[in-house]
């Protein structure tokens, strides 16, 4: 499926069924439309800021268990991101230093902030067994949903 094709479908669960779902729910339909649909997709997952910590905190996702459930600011690509305010878009994992192994089968990963009043409250975090998988049209479909969340964050 095309990303034009599954935008509705984000924006759809946070309109008419927003009255529906906790937050956390909505969040978890998310990472599971795109792990359903994008094909290099693997590991599909929200990071948020854990309250006045400097440290982020494993929110909803779909795809192998973590254990990086905390993860402080400045360290590996999320905690990086957290800091820069700028989307990461790693081709090749194994030629970073700064960079949290999750899984072994991991090649790739995609990173893309998300701000609520000009502030980066968290993060949505994409790995992928393919290797170079991303490009622009990722980035700007994910920066798309990232606003998207924005709306209910604030
Ligand atoms: N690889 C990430 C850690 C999180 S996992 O991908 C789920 C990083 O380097 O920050």
Not at 24 to 36: N, S, Y
Not at 95 to 108: E, F, H, L, P, R
């Amino acid at each position: 499926m095309t990303f034009d094709a599954l935008k509705p479908q984000i924006e759809e669960l946070f309109s008419n069924k927003r009255h529906l779902l906790k937050l956390d729910d909505c969040l978890l339909q998310v990472c599971k439309i795109l792990h359903e649909n994008v094909p290099h997709y693997d590991w599909v997952g929200f990071y948020f800021k854990n309250g006045n910590k400097n440290e982020l905190k494993l929110g909803p996702y779909v795809g192998e268990p973590t254990d990086h459930t905390i993860i402080p600011f400045g360290k590996g690509i999320c905690g990086q991101v957290a800091v820069s305010n700028k989307n990461f878009v790693v081709p090749d994992v194994s030629a970073q230093d700064n960079y949290i192994a999750c899984s072994i089968t991991v090649k790739a990963e995609i990173v893309i902030p998300i701000f609520v009043n000009g502030k980066n409250v968290g993060q949505i975090d994409i790995d992928s067994n393919t290797p170079d998988p991303f490009t622009e049209e990722d980035e700007r479909f994910l920066e798309f949903v990232c606003e998207t969340v924005a709306k209910i964050l604030s």
